[in-house]
């Protein structure tokens, strides 16, 4: 099994940043491909970034390109989201997902593994 539990939401002003992480835990092999989602209510969920853990390779939403990155620190078992230059469409409920397949996707219905959310806002 696998246990996510994501932090660092929050409510910032349009150009602002916040870092969400996520701490993982259980078997390493079943969370190879660990990935940020988020969700606005009436909408279906959206791949934000994706991250490998054997390659580091990524992949992110054209929505975020160049403003969003995705990171991983192995030591702390613990992924990160870092969001920059934010604005007002990023408000959402973030969720952190994890698979223990070992290339990349965005699909919300390839994961396996789910955290509860963290909630950001993002206010004009």
């Known amino acids: 099994q696998v246990q996510l539990v994501e932090s660092g939401g929050g409510s910032v002003q349009a150009g602002g940043s916040l870092r969400l992480s996520c701490a993982a835990s259980g078997n390493i092999y079943r969370r190879r491909c660990m990935s940020w989602f988020r969700q606005v209510p009436g909408k279906e969920r959206e791949g934000v970034a994706a991250?490998?853990?054997?390659?580091?390779?990524?992949r992110y939403a054209d929505s975020v390109k160049g403003r969003f990155t995705i990171s991983q620190d192995y030591a702390k078992n613990t992924l990160y989201l870092q969001m920059n230059s934010l604005e007002p469409e990023d408000t959402a409920m973030y969720y952190c997902a994890a698979d223990p397949r070992w290339w990349l996707v965005l699909n919300s219905d390839e994961y396996k593994y789910w955290g509860q959310g963290t909630q950001v806002t993002v206010s004009s």
């Open positions: 991250i490998l853990s054997d390659d580091g390779s990524t």
